[in-house]
Structures are given as structure tokens and as C-alpha cells.
């Protein structure tokens, strides 16, 4: 079995992310799965090198040790980078598109919430994409109603329909044409194997995409995965931390000598019940 940490160096890690982190370690060692970090840095307008610095000192201030990703800022920019892997999201990418499951639309998110609120007819949908001017962006065309199956970790299922839960994603992005999160995210989960993923709640949505595009595009394993979403941030006796103790930076704790021993507390104690759980 394996398994992922996939940190956005976009911003300096936080409780949330460490909850995550640890989590996912804790339920990997009990399952004997293999952990790769995977630090995506695809939105490469936003990353910077004290983030990237930030993910590898945070990782091993909470104890740590991924068994296959980059060792350090270095190796991840010479092997690691998901810059490197372009190529290969596109691959996925047009995909989707000569099977027509994208649609080329230059709405704003503003114009397309509109839409939504008002029952308005969505054009782009509809239209001839070949009579659009080169550059313009791809999104993926969500069915009305449209059922997905995310399994989870105790041997069952849920099915959540995508449609409510998340506008037509962009999926070739505007000028650069390059593939975006949920491509590069399926991309790379695929192309390593992954066999469970454990994410924040509010990554359901994203889960739901991205099995949606795995079915479209004939990815069967990847509808095998294992999805656990978990509450945002917990407490170390289970209850939700405030808002603004999740949002408190791990550097900042650490640069104040604190300890990261409440936090893995409460990912231990959340991993352990969820081990109790498991049915392969
Ligand atoms: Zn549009």
C-alpha cells in the first residue's frame, strides 16, 4: 500500500497541514504502507524557496521520515518538481478533451456564479470550441447530475453527486495551456501507485473531480483508491480547534519553542481509531 503528503509550498505550513501529515504517517506505519511526499508546486507563480525550506523543516520537527520524495530543497527543484511533469499532465489532459469532456470558456468565476444563482444558460458548454481564439482556457464539462463513488476506509462507499458541489473546473489554463490541480494531482497519484489518500474535508469536492476524470479517462485502479476526509483541525482530545489556533504556523510554533507533542497526540489517537476501521 501507499500513500501520499502532497504540501503546496505556496505559504508557510500550519496546524491543519501538520494534523494531516501526521495522520497520514500514523495510519501508513500501522498498514505498512509506503509515504511519499509530493510537494506541488505546479502554481509556480506562488511558490517560494522559504515555503519549500518551511515543508522540510516542519516535516521533521513533527517526526517525519517519508520514504520516497526529494531529501531537501534541491533535490526536490533537480527531481522532484512537478514542473518537470508538464508533459505528462497534458497527456491526461488532452485526454479528456478528444473525448469532448472539455468545453473552452473564458467566464469568470463571478460571470459563472451568476449563472449558477440565476438558472442562466451557460453558452460555453454548448458552443463550437473551434471557433475560439487560441489560449483560451478548458474547463471540464460536470454532468447535471452526476453520481460519483468515493470508497472509503471501512470497506464501504459513498456516493456524492459533483454537480453542487463544484463549478466546471479549469483544466487547461488560460495562455500557458498548462494542465491544472485535479489533472496533475490524478496524474501523479496514478503514475506512483498511490492506494490511500487521506485529505481535509474540504477536499471532497476535489476527490469527486478527480474520480470523475480517472472514470472518464479509463483510470480503473484509481477507483480503488481509499479516501479518507477528515474534520479541518482537531484538538488533542477531539475537539475542533478555534479557527485561529489551525490557522497558528508550525514556524512560528517552533521558532517559540514549542512542542509538536499535542498535535501528534491528537492525530495519533484519530489515526488509531480509523485503524479500528479498516477494511481493505
Ligand atoms: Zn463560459
Not at 490557522?247 to 488509531?272: C, F, H, I, K
Request: aromatic share 6%; with cysteine.
Amino acid at each position: 500500500m501507499r500513500t501520499r503528503i502532497a504540501p503546496t509550498p505556496s505559504g508557510f505550513l500550519h496546524a491543519g497541514n501538520a494534523f494531516n501529515f501526521l495522520v497520514t504517517d500514523r495510519l501508513a506505519k500501522a498498514l505498512g504502507a509506503k509515504v511519499l511526499l509530493r510537494i506541488d508546486d505546479l502554481d509556480a507563480e506562488r511558490v517560494r524557496p522559504e515555503y519549500v525550506e518551511d515543508i522540510f523543516h516542519s516535516l521533521d520537527w513533527l517526526g517525519i521520515k517519508p520514504d520516497e520524495g526529494p531529501s531537501g530543497p534541491e533535490d526536490f527543484a533537480r527531481n522532484w518538481s512537478q514542473q518537470h511533469r508538464i508533459e505528462r499532465n497534458k497527456e491526461f489532459a488532452e485526454g479528456l478533451r478528444k473525448q469532448g469532456a472539455l468545453y473552452a470558456c473564458s467566464c469568470s468565476r463571478t460571470e459563472l456564479e451568476e449563472m449558477t444563482r440565476t438558472g442562466a444558460v451557460h453558452h460555453c458548454r454548448v458552443r463550437d470550441p473551434e471557433a475560439l481564439e487560441p489560449g483560451t482556457p478548458w474547463r471540464l464539462r460536470i454532468p447535471e447530475h452526476c453520481p460519483v463513488e468515493v470508497p472509503g476506509f471501512d470497506g464501504g462507499s459513498t456516493t456524492v453527486d459533483l454537480a453542487p458541489m463544484m463549478q466546471d473546473p479549469v483544466i487547461l489554463q488560460r495562455e500557458s495551456g498548462r494542465p491544472s490541480y485535479q489533472v496533475a494531482s490524478l496524474c501523479d497519484d496514478v503514475d506512483r501507485g498511490i492506494t490511500f489518500i487521506v485529505r481535509g474535508e474540504d477536499l471532497l469536492p476535489s476527490t469527486a473531480c478527480q474520480l470523475l476524470l480517472a472514470r472518464l479517462l479509463g483510470e480503473v485502479a484509481f477507483a480503488r483508491v481509499l479516501f479518507h476526509h477528515h474534520p479541518l483541525a482537531l484538538g488533542a482530545d477531539g475537539l475542533k480547534l478555534s479557527k485561529s489556533a489551525g490557522a497558528t504556523s508550525l514556524m512560528a510554533l517552533r521558532e517559540n519553542g514549542g512542542s509538536p507533542r499535542s498535535l501528534v497526540a491528537a492525530a495519533v489517537a484519530y489515526a488509531d481509531a480509523l485503524v479500528k476501521e479498516f477494511k481493505p
